[in-house]
């Protein structure tokens, strides 16, 4: 689904990614971990084109993001995304929220959008939050609401940056069910998270990210119980 070749970007004289190279197989969950610094956001941000890659080559099925010709927005479109901070719009409803990117840049029906979006809201559990505003929602029910919309462009992979660091612990649970649900689903997610035992539940596979490079990628088990690189093992021994 996703093809990373050599990956590199800079900002001016700061190389933030050194060359990293994976692939993200359909239906495939991909969590990301690493120090603060590590270059992860920078990462999904090249992923969905939100920044520019310095040089390397990044396929989404089949298509070269990196290539000039590309219609990024088009692209784009089939990449869902899920920040710490939701960036839910204050000035719409829950259910607007979730319409408009379905019938702005869709094109869809206002009947066929707000179906779509009730379906969704129920499927994160907020069947009865259609009315009302993100500023009446608690972080975690916005961050569900802010998955519902990226849902709603029926987005062939999900890419979500550190989806519960902003929400007080007790919210923590209920946006990491969500996308656990999402998983069981079969839906192609890339996640960076520093919850680790999520990482380990619902990973594929985990990749370790230092220094901008990739460090270390493997099955959550070898990854967290058997870590062949210094880096990785003195990671974890400060997070676990
Ligand atoms: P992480 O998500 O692992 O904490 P980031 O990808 O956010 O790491 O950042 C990696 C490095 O890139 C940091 O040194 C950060 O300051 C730098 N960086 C990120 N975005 C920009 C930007 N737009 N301009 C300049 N430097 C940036
Ligand atoms: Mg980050």
Redesign the pocket.
Known sequence: MINVENLR?S??K?D??KGISTEIRHQEVVVVI????????????CLNGL?EATSGKIEIDGVELTNPKTNIHELRQHVGMCFQQFNLFRHLNILQNITIGPMKVLNKSKEESEQLARQLLKRVGLGDKEQNYPDELSGGQQQRVAIARALAMKPKVMLF??PTSALDPEMVGEVLNVIGDLAEDGMTMVI?THEMGFARKVGDRVIF?DE?YLIEEGPPAEIFNNPQEKRTQSFLAKVL
């Open positions: 970007k900002f001016g700061l933030v990614l690493g120090p603060s610094g590590s270059g992860k956001s920078t990462f999904l941000r920044e940056d550190e960076v990210m901008g």
